[in-house]
């Protein structure tokens, strides 16, 4: 059985349309713990990694799958805001700028680990203030990484994207599929 140590709702429902049995397990690892290195990949594959480790004792005959998606602009990480004045400021800083969007993805059971990246690059179109507090106000990007989400409302403001649709939504889903493989772990069809 696979555990999946996360409390995104797009990682579940990533996984359940792919077929994979799995029991969500909320993660109450503190991402603020790790130190961002200015090294993005890196960041992402350490969070993923502690996401991960957090969770192997209690579940030691597992394959645990976790998760951290990221966003970079100019050298500055984005995580989720902490509240509306944040999410505002980050939607301002993204607008008309293209930046990157990281996933790192942790694997692990007793006996093997896998941790590994995908990125992919986002561009922003121009965004007027009242669109953006309007958007706030909705609450969807209150749990994202950059406060969007490409998947929801915030894709109104995706001008363009290069890489792989679900490494911005959180899980780069194929890589994880052929990933799993090899824990023994195959889609329910």
Do not use: W
């Not at 052929?178 to 329910?188: D, H, Q, R, T, V």
């Amino acid at each position: 059985m696979l555990i999946l140590g996360s409390s995104s709702a797009r990682r579940k429902e990533l996984l359940e349309s792919a077929s994979i049995a799995f029991e969500l397990v909320p993660n109450g690892f503190d991402e603020r713990s790790v130190i961002y290195n200015d090294d993005p990949e890196d960041y992402c594959q350490t969070l993923a990694l502690k996401k991960a480790e957090y969770l192997l004792d209690k579940y030691p005959n597992k394959v645990i799958l976790t998760a951290d998606t990221i966003v970079e602009i100019e050298g500055d990480i984005l995580g989720k805001p902490k509240d509306a004045f944040e999410a505002i400021e980050m939607l301002n800083r993204l607008n008309e700028k293209r930046h990157r969007v990281y996933t790192g993805v942790c694997i692990v059971n007793g006996n093997q680990s896998d941790v590994f990246f995908e990125s992919a690059s986002v561009t922003f179109k121009k965004i007027s203030s009242l669109d953006i507090e309007s958007y706030v106000k909705t609450k969807e990007p209150m749990d994202k990484a950059g406060a969007y989400a490409i998947q929801g409302i915030g894709s109104k403001f995706i001008e363009a994207y290069e890489g792989d649709f679900h490494t911005i939504m959180g899980l780069p889903l194929k890589t994880v599929l052929k990933k799993l493989e090899a824990f023994g772990i195959y889609p329910n069809l």
